[in-house]
């Protein structure tokens, strides 16, 4: 089991916070423009991998010293950068594209989080991202499926951003009672 020093379960505890916060304002905005589309849907789509790649890049900084593998987290900066290539160019070609490409991105990086709690779980508050890379690896799966079947909408990559953000917010509340 990994053990990390006071001020990284600290610098966690608050990052897991402006995870949370990103994810419900992000899905707001995005449930008003799932309608609309265009430009600002774009931008949406492309925000929300790069945040998350953001966000892991400025976890493994914090982090100090490695004292365990830090390959999933580069791997999930890489794979959100891709991502958010990737849904840039297809929100411009249909719904059902950025269903594709965002339920790639979401069975990908639920893999890699899945792994990377997994090895932390000596850290504290890493239960709800297992869970939380279980889920995306599902939703995922489902995403592609509605691109299958002609949706409309990508509104519902918005319930998956907020359902990830309770799961970080959980995983925040943990980390403070586990260092309280």
Excluded at 16 to 25: E, I, K, M, N, Q
Excluded at 28 to 47: C, E
Excluded at 62 to 71: K, L, M, T
Aim: charge should be positive; proline fraction near 3%.
């Amino acid at each position: 089991m990994t053990t990390i020093s006071p001020q990284f379960r600290t610098a966690l505890r608050k990052l897991y916070f402006a995870r949370f916060a990103f994810a419900l304002v992000w899905a707001a905005l995005l449930f008003l423009a799932s309608g609309v589309g265009g430009p600002l849907l774009t931008v949406l789509l492309v925000v929300y991998p790069l945040a998350d790649a953001v966000a892991v890049f400025w976890q493994l900084r914090s982090e100090g010293p490695a004292q365990a593998s830090r390959v999933p987290e580069v791997v999930n900066v890489v794979l959100s950068v891709v991502a958010a290539v990737a849904l840039g160019w297809v929100s411009t070609v249909s719904i059902a594209a950025v269903l594709t490409v965002w339920g790639i991105w979401a069975i990908t990086s639920g893999i890699v989080q899945l792994v990377t709690a997994l090895l932390r779980r000596g850290v504290g508050g890493q239960v709800p991202l297992i869970v939380s890379g279980a889920i995306s690896v599902l939703a995922g799966s489902a995403f592609i499926a509605q691109s299958f079947q002609g949706a409309s909408s990508a509104a519902g990559v918005g319930g998956y951003a907020i359902l990830g953000g309770i799961l970080f917010l959980v995983a925040a509340l943990r980390l403070r009672t586990r260092t309280a």
